[in-house]
């Protein structure tokens, strides 16, 4: 039992030093939000134990994050390192992975270009949407009749499902082949109805 507790207690360390590092980064304190729970979830990552209590208490304390707010069930996801959502990306961090500015990614989202959801001033992109070219082509059209009541993790578990519908593929793999977008907004619209 004891080994057990300072093992746990070495890992909480670990990712709170990684966090420490970003947050005191060149003897400057870092108090952006978006920089905060970016260190957070990286430090989290996909295969570490969900957060504790007060890791979780820190990232909604100084992570822009608020329990009950829209996104805070897919940063919850991400922070636990399980399901469809395990990783979602900043604004900074999209306009990095696109080569393109905060503004233009912002643009991209209204547009429905992009999916995001807002939560504590910043937007969180679910990672499922972007591949080693850019962003999924044909998201405005396939996610234009998005039920307002899905959360991001039901979008999420759709856009990786495969359906015959498809073809045998998931909207991501069928998006990702540069194929007819209106054929995903069809199946998403029967799904909203069962």
Do not use: C, N
């Not at 952006?32 to 957060?51: M, N």
């Not at 996801?77 to 233009?104: D, F, M, Y």
């Not at 996610?143 to 009541?149: I, T």
Request: proline fraction near 6%; glycine fraction near 8%; hydrophobic fraction near 45%.
């Amino acid at each position: 039992m004891t080994t057990q507790v300072t093992r746990k207690a070495e890992g909480t360390h670990d990712r709170m030093v990684a966090v420490l590092d970003v947050l005191f980064h060149e003897e400057e304190i870092v108090l952006d939000p978006a920089v905060v729970a970016s260190a957070v979830l990286s430090a989290a990552g996909a295969t570490s134990p969900p957060l504790t209590a007060g890791e979780r208490a820190f990232l909604e304390s100084y992570g822009g994050v608020a329990t009950g707010d829209p996104a805070s069930a897919l940063v919850e996801v991400a922070i636990s390192g399980s399901g469809p959502t395990s990783h979602v990306l900043t604004s900074a961090e999209v306009a990095t992975r696109l080569g393109q500015s905060k503004p233009t990614v912002t643009r991209a989202r209204e547009r429905g270009d992009l999916y995001a959801l807002a939560s504590g001033g910043q937007l969180w992109f679910p990672a499922w949407q972007f591949t080693g070219d850019g962003a999924l082509p044909g998201l405005r059209i396939a996610l234009a009749d998005l039920p307002a009541q899905w959360a991001a993790e039901r979008l999420a578990r759709f856009m990786a499902t495969q359906d015959e519908f498809l073809d045998g593929l998931s909207p991501v793999e069928w998006l990702g082949q540069r194929s007819d977008p209106a054929r995903v907004a069809e199946l998403l619209v029967a799904e909203s109805h069962e």
